[in-house]
Each structure stands twice: as structure tokens, then as C-alpha cells.
């Protein structure tokens, strides 16, 4: 197969023998003890940014989910409650956890026992400041 990246490692790329998918490079694979792999986006979050908390419960990241309604509930509190009903017409929460989900949900994957599963992942995150050694 062909890879549409350009990366050309492909010994490195797929250590799990995942059908020899290529990533995109802003893309991470982390893996727990049990050999679970998850693959996600490192950067912005254009879905959570267009859909809100809806990618976390997609995700099964319930934990994140359930913090971002209950912070969207609080900003749309605080607005009505002093009559801000501008801010209520402006997706704020959204943009904000536009730039913050992708990092939350590794952290909180990286808290559960994952880690990088690859050293190209390994790279990438701790570029970005996803990941420390430690």
C-alpha cells in the first residue's frame, strides 16, 4: 500500500501491525498495557469547534464530555444572569475548547495508563507538550 503522507517509515509507522495504515503527521498513536491503541488528531479540534462536546461522547470520553456541559452551563448561566445575551449568539466555549480538547483528551488518556506507542508519536507529542518523560 501506498502511503499518501510522504512519511517513508514504515517500519516505524506501524509497529502493531494496524493493516499498514498510514497516519497523517499530525496525527498520535498511544497504547495501554492491555494493548489498547487509540489514534487521535494532536492540535486544534475543528469538530469540537463545529459540534461542541458532541466528539468527546463520540470518543467515550465521558469525563471531558461532562466537564464541557458543565462549563457551557455556566457561561450560559453567568451571560442570562447579568443579561449578556450577546455572548450567548457567540459560540465562546466552543472556540475555547476548540483549541484545548485534543490536549485534554490525551492527558486524560495519558492519566488512565496510556503512552506513546511509537517513537514518531513520542516525537510529536512531547513537541507539542502533550507528553513529558518522566
Aim: glycine share 6%; no cysteine; net charge positive.
Amino acid at each position: 500500500m501506498q502511503n499518501p503522507f510522504g512519511n517513508n517509515n514504515d517500519n516505524d509507522q506501524n509497529p502493531f501491525n494496524l493493516n499498514n495504515l498510514p497516519l497523517p503527521p499530525n496525527y498520535a498513536k498511544i497504547v495501554n498495557d492491555q494493548g489498547e491503541i487509540r489514534i487521535a488528531k494532536v492540535g486544534f479540534s475543528w469538530t469540537t469547534l463545529w459540534f461542541g462536546p458532541l466528539p468527546a461522547l463520540f470518543r467515550g470520553d465521558y469525563y471531558n464530555f461532562i466537564l464541557m456541559i458543565v462549563l457551557d452551563m455556566d457561561y450560559a448561566l453567568v451571560a442570562l444572569f447579568f443579561g449578556w445575551t450577546w455572548m450567548i449568539q457567540f459560540p465562546w466555549p466552543s472556540i475555547f475548547f476548540g483549541f484545548f480538547y485534543n490536549m485534554m483528551y490525551f492527558k486524560h488518556l495519558f492519566n488512565k495508563g496510556y503512552r506513546p506507542a511509537d517513537q514518531r508519536s513520542r516525537e510529536l507529542l512531547t513537541r507539542t507538550r502533550y507528553w513529558r518523560e518522566k
